[in-house]
């Protein structure tokens, strides 16, 4: 289906994708349209081999390129590089770079020998709504006129970290499922750094808009006590408390629910269903530690997404 210009979700390691051949506009234009995706979002482009990435890389980056996925691919880390002309407008959204990366899913890679050019594969969800972490996820969504692959859960179940390296700097275009640290050990001859406004005109795209959020309203607490405090003066709405095992176990009064990266977008979404109002987050030391986990949390809240110059 792939080879022929169709469109396919695969399971992914980080969350499920929204496959199509790079070289089928159609194909693309098909993704763009059934996830409802700003046309100004570039794809991520996923590849099976470091030479098949070479390929859609500008002479000036294939080292920084060959250099990165030695340490990280296949794995949950997209390399933002120069394009060659093997990658179109389309999927690039008209920059200069394509974001690339090599999935470690044994089903994505199976599924990437077989195609004949790389895939362009975003998350498979309608823009706004928390990415896919099972194929269910996929299945609400888009429905059943969709072909998915179901490879079970998502093992990280938050999407991959993209990074850009400008001279010795590595930025961090987006926060994911590689952290910070491990990048900064695995490559101390660069100078590892979160993108921030200054960065603006390398940073994704996608970061701009209004992301990983359920319908209900996200509240971040940082006490039990404050949890308590919302219910209490809210006892009408329909809330569902989430927090680390350790919490849960510890304030089993609150009747929270246990919540990790892996289980966050489960969370949100199982939170939709049931028509809750307001998801209240108790972040003890355990999720603060998990700075992608945090971003999330800080996107989908009252305080991140819809703040400042953010587009919805
Ligand atoms: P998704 O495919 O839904 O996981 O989102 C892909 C993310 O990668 C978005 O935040 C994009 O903006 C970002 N991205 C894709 N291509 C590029 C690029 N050439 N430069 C910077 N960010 C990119
Ligand atoms: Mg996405």
């Known amino acids: 289906m792939l080879n022929d210009g169709g469109v396919v979700a695969i399971p992914t390691e980080t969350v499920y994708g929204l496959a199509c051949s790079i070289d089928r506009p159609e194909a ?26 070479l390929e859609l890389t500008a002479s000036r980056d294939q080292n920084i390129l060959r250099r990165l996925a030695e340490v990280f691919w296949p794995g949950p880390l997209t390399v933002v590089v120069s394009r060659s002309s093997k990658v179109s407008d389309l999927v690039s959204a008209g920059l200069d770079t394509v974001a690339i990366r090599m999935p470690a899913h044994p089903v994505a890679l199976e599924i990437l020998r077989g195609t004949q050019s790389p895939l362009a594969a975003p998350s498979a969800n309608i823009s706004g709504r928390p990415s896919p972490t099972r194929a269910q996820h996929v299945l609400d969504d888009f429905g059943d006129e969709l072909m998915i692959i179901d490879g079970g859960a998502c093992e990280h179940g938050l999407e991959s970290t993209v990074v850009r390296v400008i001279g010795s700097e590595c930025l961090i ?7 910070a640290d491990d990048l900064r050990h695995a490559l101390p001859e660069l100078f590892v750094r979160s993108a921030n406004e200054a960065d603006q005109r390398h940073r994704s795209p996608g970061t701009r808009y209004r992301h990983y959020a359920p319908k209900a309203r996200v509240v971040i607490c940082r006490s039990p006590e404050q949890v308590q405090d919302m219910l209490a003066e809210n006892p ?20 929270a629910r246990m ?51 953010e587009a919805v």
Do not use: W
């Open 173 to 179: 275009l987006r926060q994911g499922a590689l952290s």
């Open 259 to 309: 919540v990790n990266a892996a289980t966050l977008y489960d969370e949100f979404r199982r939170a939709d269903a049931l028509q809750v109002e307001r998801i209240i987050v108790l972040c003890d030391d355990e999720l603060s530690r998990n700075e992608a986990l945090m971003n999330r949390l800080d996107k989908a809240s009252e305080s991140g997404g819809q703040s400042g110059d």
């Open 236 to 255: 009408a709405e329909r809330a569902v408390v989430l927090t680390s095992a350790i919490s849960v176990e510890r304030n089993a009064d609150l009747n």
């Open 28 to 53: 693309i234009r098909r993704v763009f349209k059934l996830k409802r995706r700003p046309s100004d979002n570039p794809l991520i482009v996923h590849v099976h081999a470091v030479d098949q990435a």
